[in-house]
């Protein structure tokens, strides 16, 4: 797609720079080695120092922390341009670093944890991951059961956490935790953990369905020592700050999904117009016209709920209505453009060697993953008075 159609009035000339440059950098270093690093697995952790060198990890942070001191839609751009690298695991991953593990530090962290954690990571010297999710608390993130309990000026955390993406080789956590039982939403705390503190283990690397590239770790933590210099931002709010850190985790995540769904749709174009039945292009039927005409309404609608949100994010609103509506719909157009896909490509679809298969089970972990399709239906419904 060229720079102006994915042009929109929430964007700027400076965005479009970005975006060309950005997706300079995904063809040069990401694209070429994207089946590689899904076959393995795995992609080498020095793309992150790679993209902190250019910038990338940090373009809203402001300057002081070493950002590019660009606004909120500039990291959307970064979204949806790393999703045509072609392996939603990487993007996932790098997505984790930028805008979920990292900005609960700049809103609430000190001066030192900035030094410590947020700095290194806008330069990708130190990867991140964020460890809400338990084996008994997803969509329910008030009954988290890891304790943290004080003794003198440290504290000891006990619990184990699931699904933690880049687990397996982060430098740190940003984790939550119960820190007092009888408070209910009141008694949650962050922290933010170096990985090789005695006590931290990761005990599995889990196996997806989908995004191959990144990894997934399940995590035991048994009498870890922290000092007090180790809690993120107020004691006992812990469970509102990772609520306001989902809004952005949802944005970008559905951002990058919707990316996703562009990508799979121009292959679906490109496919329509090569391959030929019945002595046409599958394009001039009907069926599959209409369903490439559907596909790009969808991806259209969905984006500009994404757009308007952040755009409101950006502005100082704090939008869940419209973060939750765009996480649900986005979510559900990445699947369904991802599942039509697969029909209009035929027994194609079903090869490993051809990248649809890969759209389809990667997109699907944007209806669970931060949020379920029920939660942001659930946290609309109450937006609405129900
Ligand atoms: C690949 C992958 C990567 C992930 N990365 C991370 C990560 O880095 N860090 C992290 O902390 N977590 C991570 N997660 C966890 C993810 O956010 C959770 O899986 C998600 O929030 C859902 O929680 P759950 O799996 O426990 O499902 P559950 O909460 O057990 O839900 C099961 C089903 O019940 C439904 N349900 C639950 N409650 C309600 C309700 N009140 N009303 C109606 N329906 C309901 C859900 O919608 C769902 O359909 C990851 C997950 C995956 C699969």
Redesign the pocket.
Known sequence: MSQTEIRSSFFTEEHDALRASIRAFVEKELTPHAEEWEAAGNFPDDVFPKLGKNGFLGLSYPQEVGGQGGDYLSTLVLKEEMARCGSGGLA?AVA?QTD?ATPPIHKFGTKEQVDEYLKPAIQGTKIA?????EPD????VANIQTTGVKDGSDWVINGR???????CRAHFCTLVVRTDQPSGYNGFSLFLVPTDTPGWQVTRRLD?LG?HS?D?AEIVMEDMRLPAGALLGEEGKGFQQIMWELQGERLVGVAGSIAGAQLTFERCLAYAHERTTFGKPIGKHQVIAHKLATMASEIEAARRLVYDAAWKFNNGAYPVKEISMAKLYGAQVACRVANEAMQIFGGASYMMEVPIQRGWRDSR?IR????????M??IIAKLKGL
Do not use: H, P, Q, Y
């Not at 608390?137 to 329910?140: N, Q």
């Open positions: 996932m984790v979920m991951c964020l460890g809400i999710t608390a997803g969509s329910d956490k699931i699904f933690i993406t880049n687990g997806k995004m990144s997934t972990l669970i993953g931060g949020g379920t399709d029920e939660v239906r659930e």
